[in-house]
């Protein structure tokens, strides 16, 4: 017992999340990897190398949770090499399922937007803690945020709209949990919620045409998308094209045939209709297998996740590790949300991973960063309360001394007065003695 507490530090709840999470991920991927393995003709491929990965991540999540906290300030270099990597993904990057996010290493995709959401996410934390006053960060500290932020969201953007959203929506809780003042939230809400608008309006009624002849093809998708979701018309079940709207239509399909128990792990039907059933809509599959109770807890795992991190962050002492344990926490559970409400059918699709269970590469391994970092902090708070602990029972020990020792020295002083009183006592009985015996021999 005392191995484990000295191998896996810092917050045990968080720890078994993460074995948890991991765990599912195992399960419901190979299942949900059919089409893979039909492709590649080889049935222990996709889910031997999704476990290859989560161990890499797993030993990455163990290494980073015994850096020194302090040392994470470091990482905000990662931000300047985050952004030509994005700039060389949009000229040079691998053509994926219709967007380039991709940078080909021959052995493995890597996601330049990753690292950005994470440099960005420290960098922001950083700034925060560094230009707190009295009511809040200075006005140039809140420009800084909106440039840095801003820089980032625009080169993600024209290929992967849902990951710029996500980010600035994670930047945006980070700085009203940081007591922006209101003034300035108010203002940056009102923008936010008018560049929506605006993009939501241009994205939907700008021809496709439009949009192929300056070669934003990504825009013709999200267009499709946003359609296909909002469409108020309500379409008979005997006419409905399930082949059109492949995806979201096999995501309900499991769902509505899931019920409380679900089919049982390995008996997912759906699955071989679903091209991104490992990833994109892994929530389905959980849900069409493990039932709604199987998809409860997986939900229910993400809220505790985040209600844990606010208990660290709460007991940090100092604003960056609070700050960045919790916007590390609110981008891991925002984009759990995404992907949850595009499975259920309440979003449009995103093309958002679940947090470290959907089959991936960069968003598994830059979560496991997180988690690790998350869970070094929390050493950092165990370690500080155990020495709080520690002086407060030591002061305790001093008082105690030092009233045992008071009353020693009250005790022996008492005694010494006693004995004084005590012979003063047999001095005047002898001094009457001598006194009677005078009289006595006079008489």
């Not at 825009?219 to 005997?238: G, K």
């Not at 082949?243 to 399909?253: K, L, M, P, T």
């Not at 009250?410 to 005590?422: G, V």
Request: proline share 3%; charged share 15%.
């Amino acid at each position: 017992m005392d191995l484990l507490k000295n191998l896996f530090k810092g917050d045990k709840v968080i720890w078994i999340i993460f074995l948890f999470l991991c765990l599912i991920s195992i399960v419901e991927v190979f299942s949900a990897s059919s089409t893979l393995t039909y492709k590649s003709g080889d049935h222990w491929g996709p889910i031997r190398s999704h476990m290859i990965l989560l161990f890499i991540g797993a030993i990455g999540v163990w290494i980073i949770h015994n850096i020194p906290c302090r040392w994470f300030k470091t990482f905000i270099v990662a931000l300047p090499l985050s952004w030509l990597l994005l700039l060389g993904v949009l000229l040079l990057g691998a053509l994926t399922n219709g967007a380039r996010r991709w940078i080909d290493l021959g052995f493995f995709q890597f996601q330049p937007s990753e690292v950005a959401k994470m440099a960005t996410i420290i960098s922001v934390a950083f700034i925060l803690s560094k230009t707190q006053e009295e009511n809040g960060i200075n006005k140039k500290a809140f420009k800084l945020i909106l440039g840095i932020t801003g820089a980032t969201c625009l080169l993600i953007v024209t290929e992967n709209l849902s990951t710029a959203v996500l980010l600035a929506g994670s930047v945006y809780l980070m700085m009203f949990i940081a007591r922006v003042p209101f003034k300035r939230m108010a203002m940056l809400t009102g923008c936010g919620l008018a560049a929506i608008l605006l993009a939501f309006s241009t994205i939907k009624y700008v021809p496709a045409s439009a949009w192929d002849t300056i070669k934003l093809h990504r825009m013709v998708t999200w267009q499709s998308r946003l359609n296909n979701h909002f469409d108020p018309a309500e379409i008979p079940a005997a006419k409905f094209d399930i082949d059109g709207d492949a995806q979201v239509a096999h995501a309900n399909i499991a769902i509505a045939t899931s019920h409380i128990l679900g089919k049982g792990p390995g008996n997912s039907v759906q699955r071989d209709f679903l091209s991104q059933a490992f990833s994109d809509f892994i929530y389905a599959i959980i849900i069409e297998e493990l039932g709604l109770v199987g998809g409860a807890f997986t939900a229910l795992l993400y809220i505790v996740l985040l209600m844990r991190i606010g208990k660290i962050a709460r007991n940090c002492d100092k604003p960056y590790y609070a700050y960045l344990v919790m916007g590390f926490g609110i981008i891991i559970a925002l984009q759990a949300m995404f992907n949850m409400m595009v499975a259920v059918g309440l979003m449009p699709v995103t093309g958002q991973p679940l947090p470290l269970i959907s089959k991936g590469g960069s968003s598994t391994l830059v979560t496991c960063v997180y988690i690790g970092m998350i869970l070094s902090i929390s050493r950092h708070v165990y370690d500080l309360k155990k020495q709080k602990e520690e002086e407060e029972a030591q002061k305790q020990e001093e008082v105690q001394q030092a009233a045992l020792s008071l009353l020693q020295s009250a005790t022996s002083l008492a005694k010494q007065n006693l004995k004084e009183s005590d012979s003063e006592v047999s001095e005047e009985k002898i001094s009457e003695r001598e006194i009677k015996n005078d009289n006595r021999l006079e008489i």
